[in-house]
C-alpha cells in the first residue's frame, strides 16, 4: 500500500497497488498481461536538459515528471507541425542511463528528410535518434494506479490507456494514439 500526504494538504489518499519500477520476470510480466512489442523505427529528436533549465515539469496526458539536469528530453514531431517554441511540441524526459541503452543516434541508413517541425528543432539543437529498445506493455481494462520513475506522485491511468515497462522495470503510460504510433507486437525471434 502507497500513503503520500503530497495528494492534498487536507486529505491524504490510501492507494492500493500502485504499479511502480522493479525488478520483473518474463513470467511476471506475462501473467500480468504485459506482452512484447518493438519500437517502430522512427525519428526522435532529443537534447540533454541544460542545468539553467533544471528541474523541468513536463505535462504528459496523464502524469507530471520532473526532468533533471542532464536528463534527455525527447520530442516527437511526426506530425510535422511546427510550434513557435520547444515545450509546444509534444516531449518526455529520459533519464541519462536509460537514454543510452535505448536510443541510438540516427543511422541515415534509413532515408530520412527532416520535415519543417524536424528542421526547427535541429535549428534549436536537438540531435537526431530512434528508440532500439522495445517494451513489454498491455492495454488497460480498468484503470490503473501508477508512479513513473520521473513522475511526482502516483497517477490514476484511465481504462484503455497503455501502460509499458522499460528496460530497468521502469513503468510509463501513453494514450493509445502515442502507443500505436510508436510500436508494433514484437516477432517471436524479437528479444526486449
Not at 511476471?28 to 532529443?46: D, H, M, N, P, S
Request: aromatic fraction near 12%.
Amino acid at each position: 500500500m502507497y500513503t503520500d500526504s503530497n495528494f492534498g494538504e487536507s486529505e491524504q489518499y490510501m492507494v492500493m497497488n500502485v504499479l511502480k519500477q522493479r525488478v520483473w520476470t518474463e513470467e511476471e510480466l506475462r501473467a500480468e498481461g504485459f506482452r512484447q512489442y518493438q519500437r517502430k523505427k522512427t525519428v526522435v529528436l532529443a537534447r540533454e536538459l541544460r542545468p539553467s533549465e533544471a528541474p523541468k515539469r513536463i505535462k504528459t496526458a496523464w502524469d507530471t515528471l520532473v526532468a533533471l539536469a542532464g536528463f534527455m528530453i525527447c520530442y516527437d514531431v511526426s506530425d510535422g507541425i511546427k510550434h513557435v517554441g520547444l515545450d509546444a511540441y509534444q516531449h518526455w524526459p529520459v533519464e541519462p542511463t536509460i537514454f543510452l541503452k535505448t536510443y541510438r543516434k540516427w543511422d541515415f541508413k534509413t532515408p530520412w528528410k527532416p520535415n519543417p517541425a524536424e528542421q526547427h528543432l535541429l535549428d534549436l539543437g536537438c540531435k537526431p535518434f530512434y528508440k532500439h529498445v522495445g517494451v513489454w506493455a498491455k492495454k488497460l481494462k480498468e484503470p490503473q494506479w501508477l508512479l513513473s520513475r520521473e513522475g511526482i506522485e502516483p497517477i490514476m491511468i484511465p481504462a484503455g490507456g497503455w501502460i509499458t515497462i522499460g528496460i530497468e522495470g521502469e513503468p510509463t503510460s501513453m494514450t493509445e494514439y502515442q502507443f500505436r504510433k510508436r510500436y508494433q507486437r514484437a516477432s517471436a525471434t524479437t528479444k526486449h
